[in-house]
């Protein structure tokens, strides 16, 4: 088969990620505050998928997000295929099936995007004191968050394979 359908549900379950984050971003933006949740959406497709399913979803994931959010179009769709990338590659090393490595892998990833997004976006600012205060609480409040958010959003992913009769052990694992 050439897309495995689990692709499709972690597909769904990002953008449901997406949307609630969009959702809270929105109720809190009179405080100026704000979450980013990138991270734990390309975890789980890096460990989970095939190349050509980990690619497709991951690249459709980085393109709903490019479109969503104001950035630099295609900045997180290649951010997304470079940090998937290096996780399909070393995906070995990492226990899936436990919480404990993919919400480890989410953090660092998430921290990256918020990094990379910095770099990118507010190139004009990196002088301001009140730009760093923005971004350290951005970065402080999304992992806080994530903290909570992390394990639930892989256990959902997990669930929906579970529900829809699908294989609940990650791809290409040199034991079984």
């Not at 460990?47 to 690249?59: A, D, G, N, P, Q």
């Not at 995007?113 to 004009?124: A, D, K, T």
């Not at 992390?150 to 079984?176: I, K, S, T």
Request: glycine share 6%; aromatic share 14%.
């Amino acid at each position: 088969m050439f897309l495995d359908p689990r692709a499709a549900l972690i597909f769904g379950a990002n953008a449901a990620l997406l949307y609630l984050t969009l959702m809270v971003d929105s109720a809190l933006a009179g405080s100026s505050l704000y979450l980013f949740l990138a991270g734990p959406m390309v975890v789980l497709p890096a460990l989970y998928l095939r190349h050509k399913s980990y690619f497709i979803c991951t690249l459709c994931s980085g393109l709903w997000l490019d479109a969503a959010l104001p950035s630099a179009f295609g900045l997180f769709t290649l951010s997304f295929l470079f940090g998937g990338a290096l996780i399909f590659n070393v995906r070995v090393r990492f226990r899936a099936d436990k919480n404990f490595h993919p919400v480890l892998l989410a953090h660092v990833l998430n921290a990256l995007f918020i990094i990379l997004l910095v770099l990118s976006e507010g190139r004009g600012q990196l002088g301001a004191d009140v730009f760093w205060l923005q971004v350290l609480t951005t970065l402080l409040l999304s992992h806080l968050v994530l903290l909570f958010v992390a394990p639930w959003f892989f256990d959902l992913q997990r669930v929906l394979f579970e529900l829809c009769h699908l294989d609940n052990e990650p791809d290409n694992y040199p034991m079984r």
